[in-house]
């Protein structure tokens, strides 16, 4: 929407005249008119301009002191200095002020080289020292959790950290001890810093205070190199630079896209890329043979691959072969397995992770785009769990819309992150019945006010049902969606064909005899799905199972054919984001020794199943958007710096059929199991992160008063046919009946829950 | 001219009992104010051209104007943090007419249309603290304060809130902080409290004298209160006298007084037949005057004219026996320790300063080390967030101004002619390293 700039003013700085928004800082005026002001402690995504480090000072005319450009709005005929002598002097005095106990260790710290303090006391610090007094000294550098290390002698106290932790995150984790001179950094209590958005600081700080302890010595600025390319680990794809030294991903950065990330990475995109190199990773296709799993040659591979996959057609007819994808696929490498099935294998069910999310094409008019957060005047998060297991950065984009003044409401179970933020209404419902009471509620009270400038966000998993009601709402209200799907490229998957089926379909398939053979691409349905044992039973009759993974899995026992691949920092080609943008990923490093690529190994083993394919990823792009609706009219060339978002279909413009909701409530006890943020095999090759995983059962204050247990005593908890004991977490706005844990394995159905004796040294 | 007229202070004794005070006729200006316009109540503060008495002193009525009149809640917060050093008014008035302030916070308050109001005292003053909470309970029993008061239908919540030990929160932002539960720090301003204080909420920052001489004015009426005083400063103030002379203490004085009627007459002059070396003429970060400017007049614009600040009126004597140097080392190291460390000049310079200043006195310092003495307080001076760098850096500057050849002898001389003969020698200390 184009608005009309009428509220402008005009100011001259260094005798350059610009005109401006009103209400805009001199900092950023003086960008505007391509003048940089030196600052510190200025970055306007932690909120408003604090002040605090004085590096901006310039002179205005008429204005006897020196003012700090970042905290002083514009305003007409403003006559502003910014390199005269007397703005130099103040600019050159609070560096010097800055540097009084910097410790100069620039030659071995790593941000030497790339560090704001080191580059604006070349350009506008002093030459020399007059120092005559002894540094402040600290221990150092002190761990503030397993992923970050401080050094407080370096920290120029600008509190951008602290205000990051208060501001943005909202983890309250990170503050500032003693005063004056004596100020320190510290966590509160000196607990380790465990939020999932703790990295972030590392990169605020303008100086080598806050350090990842991953990178601490491994390379030096002029030595690596930044590969521009986007988070594979959940489906916002944050953009992300991977920086390389000598061949390997020594570090991930954000890659600033303010209609995605706006600069924020998770740690879980920051800090697995250590799952890179890590020991689990299958390095070498396998076949299994007489003596268990046998390494072979790609090639091998590839002959007895689609040798098989041949005599399966042969012998049990087209469409005998399923596909089950865990939906981490690029779009390009989903194209090309999608044409072998449908152009070589017959047609045979293709599932797209876990949850096979159905219904995205029924929403796809509603579709909202995470930029529309930031405008909205409401927004709801409808689903049973936090936000940050599925859409992490997403939260942080919550909160600076709630302090611009944004409405929250969240409809679910309770407990929520988000339920506990300034002004959050919340509305209560029972998991499973989510759907329901976000349709009963834009027709009542609770979402009064659902209009086209409100954003609904559906965290929780897709379904037909699901995407009824929020296209219901939707139309009825002019809102718009945003989903959460769960893999990664889930979208881009589904839209290159990658996903005929649910997973229920597929099972049903299945067990009605007409799969036969089974390939695996980076699911592991045996380990982690829904109805895990039923998926175990279609690997233990099939004809042929063949495995394509980063990783051994739960699955792999019952392959007979494992062939490894690789990871997304490895991989060229593109991914669709939670939004629709189409955005690419970059090889940062080549696979290990061993590990074909995945579009190459799609290309090669259709083309010994007869099919013409290309196998690189431009012609591969080119080839989807010339067959897959989705793409129409999308270049490779086009996707650029910052991807593409194809404007989504309009749809018919005709009222969506009415849903129709199961009324009533469940009975009895009802267990939430979730995919936790820090789970997964890349989690798991990422050690460091560990400590931040969740653990506990979260009950509600009720039923721990109903069952006699505080928090920390062991409960038991049996669903789907499995018990399992750990610590309960009470809950006090958890509602009644709801018990949610971390599970490895999605679940949302019946289960019971009670005390569990306690554990005796010699049980 | 008159130099006794007192109108805070003009009793014997106390009236912190609500009895003594109603029969002197308080709380009948509140009662008034209640039954008319809240705008009168501005317009008479207004009409009588008081300044701010904590320092900075900026026209309250001006101040009170700025308030936006369609935004609510409102606050009046009272800024009862009186620390800088030499400043004991506040707890006078505290102590001895406590509700003259509690009665000009309802009458301010109902003036600007705020119906809470938050009293920030210095955490040090404990029987302050008991004498206002004392006094508080007497008018919330008679009325004064609550729900309704006086059946006006006006409800005027008053919440008494201690400090914990920090100079820096009786800067009006830093107090604004601390009450909120925020770390004590100052915050940029623009937004001023006017606009952004309290909760975000429009919010008057008042200083105890202030406030407390609100019933007074409205009785006398705005323009006969701005009879008194100057052209430009009105009223009469209360000023600590300390330092060395023969009868310390708070003196009430109308502005048109000089430093001589107070320091001579009212002080009766140094001790001992001491002689003079300069005089603290507006709290411990106002630069110093030297003796033959006894006769300045004490309104802010004579003290200003003489090239210091009138502050928070505090007025300290310095004899001719104490070290200069001592006395930089003592005010600096104050400023250092209170430095709350949001902004990189005073967080630095003040340490820095303090550390230059040390090694003078100690004879350690290098030929030199006064001009980069001078140039760190420059430095420091007008380039911080708040007051508070400046409050180290322009006392300490002046001292060496006025008196560079005594630092200069202590550096020829490698070390401290006074030494122990000095009033204030030892008395300066550094306060263990954090690690």
């Known amino acids: 929407m184009a608005t009309v700039e009428t509220d402008t003013v005009t100011l001259s700085i260094n005798d350059r005249e610009v005109t401006v928004p009103k209400g805009m800082s001199l900092v950023e005026a003086a960008a505007e008119a391509g003048i940089e002001v030196p600052v510190f402690c200025y970055e306007p995504r932690l909120g408003a301009a604090v002040g605090a480090c004085r590096m901006c000072l310039v002179e205005i005319e008429g204005i006897p002191k020196l003012q700090t450009a970042c905290t002083t709005p514009v305003t007409d005929g403003m006559v502003v200095h910014s390199h005269s002598d007397r703005a130099r002097e103040g600019q050159d005095a609070v560096l010097e002020f800055l540097l009084i106990n910097h410790p100069l260790d620039c030659p071995i710290c790593d941000k030497g080289g790339e560090c704001p303090l080191q580059d604006l006391t070349f350009r506008y610090g002093p030459g020399s020292t007059r120092m005559t007094l002894p540094k402040r000294t600290h221990t150092k550098p002190v761990p503030i959790s397993p992923l970050i290390k401080l050094d407080r002698e370096r920290c120029i106290l600008c509190y951008r950290c602290t205000r990051f932790s208060e501001d943005v995150s909202g983890d309250l984790q990170l503050v500032t001890e003693h005063r004056g001179a004596n100020s320190i950094i510290t966590t509160f209590e000196g607990r380790p810093y465990d939020g999932e958005f703790s990295g972030n600081v590392t990169e605020l700080c303008p100086v080598g205070a806050l350090t990842s302890i991953s990178y601490r010595f491994r390379g030096r600025p002029w030595e690596i190199q930044n590969i521009p390319t986007v988070c594979g680990e959940c489906p916002i794809g944050c953009n992300t630079y991977a920086t390389i030294r000598e061949g390997q991903v020594a570090r991930v950065l954000s890659r600033n896209n303010p209609a995605v990330d706006d600069g924020w990475l998770c740690d879980r995109g920051r800090y697995t890329f250590p799952s890179l190199e890590s020991e689990q990773r299958i390095t070498t296709p396998l076949i299994r043979g007489g003596r268990g799993l046998e390494p072979v040659d790609g090639s091998t591979a590839l002959d007895h691959i689609a040798d098989r996959l041949r005599a399966a057609v042969e012998r049990f007819g087209p469409g005998s072969v399923a596909i089950i994808a865990s939906g981490d696929q690029t779009s390009e490498e989903a194209h090309l397995w999608a044409r072998i099935q449908e152009q070589a294998l017959g047609g045979g069910p293709i599932v797209c992770g876990p949850e096979g999310g159905a219904g995205w094409g029924e929403l796809a008019a509603h579709s909202a785009t995470i930029a529309d957060l930031d405008d909205a005047d409401l927004i709801v998060v409808a689903g049973a769990t936090d936000l940050v297991h599925r859409a992490p950065i997403l939260e942080l984009r919550i909160r600076r819309a709630v302090d611009r003044g944004a409405r929250v409401v969240t409809i679910g179970a309770g407990a929520t992150r988000l339920d506990t933020l300034h002004a959050a209404e919340h509305v209560s419902a029972a998991p499973g019945t989510t759907h329901a009471a976000l349709l009963a509620a834009s027709q009542g009270v609770a979402l009064k006010g659902l209009s086209d400038r409100s954003v609904i966000l559906w965290n929780g998993r897709m379904s037909a049902p699901v995407a009824t009601v929020l296209a219901h709402v939707a139309h009825a209200s002019g809102c718009r969606v945003l989903p959460t799907p769960l893999a990664a490229n889930e979208l881009g998957c589904q839209a290159a064909g990658l996903g005929t089926h649910t997973p229920a379909e597929a099972l049903e398939a299945v067990e009605q005899g007409r799969v036969k053979a089974v390939v695996l691409l980076g699911a592991d349905p045996v380990g982690g799905w829904p109805g895990g044992d039923r998926w175990r039973g279609l690997m233990e009759r099939a004809f042929f199972a063949l495995q394509v993974s980063p990783f051994q899995t739960g699955s792999s026992g019952w392959a007979t054919t494992i062939v490894p691949s690789p990871m997304p920092l490895e991989k060229e080609g593109t991914m669709t984001n939670i939004e629709g943008r189409v955005q690419r990923l970059r090889a940062a490093v080549p696979p290990p020794p061993g590990v074909l690529d995945g579009i190459v190994l799609a290309a090669e083993l259709g083309r010994r199943l007869g099919l013409d394919m290309p196998d690189q990823p431009p012609a591969v792009f080119a080839d989807m958007a010339g067959s897959r609706a989705a793409f129409a009219g999308l270049t490779w060339a086009g996707i650029g710096e910052r991807g593409v978002r194809p404007e989504p279909a309009s749809g018919s413009g005709q009222a969506p059929p009415a849903p129709h909701v199961a009324e009533g409530e469940p009975e009895g006890t009802i267990v939430v199991g979730y995919r936790q943020l820090m789970s997964g095999p890349t989690v798991e090759g990422a050690p460091a992160l560990h400590f931040q995983r969740r653990s506990g059962i979260e009950i509600s204050h009720d039923d721990a008063q109903q069952i006699g247990v505080a928090t920390g005593d062991r409960v038991e908890v049996s669903f789907a046919g499995a018990s399992l004991t750990g610590a309960a977490l009470v809950q006090r706005r958890l509602r009644r009946g709801v018990v949610r844990l971390a599970t490895a394995v999605p679940y949302v159905g019946p289960g019971e829950l009670r005390a569990a004796p306690e554990e005796t040294a010699d049980a | ?435």
């Not at chain 2, 809640?73 to 509690?102: Q, W």
């Not at chain 2, 600096?332 to 902004?343: Q, W």
């Not at chain 2, 030929?367 to 708040?386: K, M, T």
């Open chain 2, 1 to 435: 001219m008159t130099t006794d007229l007192r109108i805070l202070l003009d009793f014997d004794g106390d009236r912190r009992d609500i009895g003594d005070y109603e029969r002197a006729g308080g709380y009948r200006q509140l009662t008034k104010a209640l039954a008319g316009a809240p705008e009168d109540v501005i317009a008479a503060v207004d009409g009588s051209g008081i300044r701010g008495r904590g320092g900075a002193g900026f026209p309250t009525g001006r101040k009170a104007s700025f308030l936006p009149k369609d935004r609510k809640p409102a606050y009046l917060c009272v800024n009862a943090d009186e620390s800088e050093p030499g400043t004991f008014k506040d707890r006078e008035i505290m102590l001895r007419n406590p509700h003259a302030l509690i009665e000009g916070v309802i009458t301010m308050s109902f003036g600007i249309g705020a119906t809470s109001a938050f009293i920030y005292i210095r955490g040090e003053y404990r029987a302050e603290f008991e004498v206002l909470m004392t006094a508080l309970q007497q008018a919330r029993e008679r009325g004064f304060v609550g729900a309704d008061v006086l059946g006006s239908g006006y409800d005027a919540t008053v919440v008494l809130h201690r400090g914990a030990g920090a100079y820096i929160c009786g800067e009006e932002t830093a107090l604004l902080s601390s009450l909120e539960g925020e770390r004590g720090q100052p915050r940029s301003k623009p937004p001023f409290p006017a606009v952004a204080g309290l909760y975000a909420a429009p919010t008057l920052v008042n200083n105890v004298e202030t406030l407390a001489s609100v019933p007074y004015i409205l009785e006398m009426g705005g323009a006969a209160y701005a009879e008194i005083g100057t052209e430009r400063s009105k009223g009469t103030r209360v000023f600590s006298l300390s330092g060395n002379v023969k009868r310390p203490g708070n003196y009430e004085l109308p502005l048109t007084a000089t430093l001589r009627e107070l320091i001579e007459g009212h002080g009766g002059g140094m001790p001992d037949g001491r002689t003079m070396k300069a005089i603290i003429p507006g709290g411990s970060s106002a630069p110093i005057l030297m003796p033959d400017q006894i006769d300045t007049h004490i309104d802010f614009e004579s003290i200003a004219a003489a090239g210091s600040m009138a502050g928070s009126g505090a007025i300290i004597v310095i004899d001719d026996r104490t070290c200069m140097v001592q006395l930089a080392l003592r005010v600096s190291e104050f400023y250092k320790h209170e430095s709350c460390g949001k902004c990189t000049p005073c967080r630095e310079g003040t340490r820095w300063g303090v550390d230059i200043i040390r090694r003078i006195e100690m004879g350690e310092a290098r030929q030199g080390e006064l001009d980069l003495l001078l140039n760190v307080c420059d430095r420091i001076l007008g380039n911080c967030l708040c007051p508070l760098g400046d409050a180290m850096a322009m006392p300490v500057a002046s001292y060496v101004t006025h008196f560079r050849d005594e630092f200069q002898r202590h550096i020829d001389e490698g070390g401290c002619p006074f030494t122990e003969h000095s009033p204030i020698s030892g008395l300066y200390h550094e306060p263990a390293a954090v690690s």
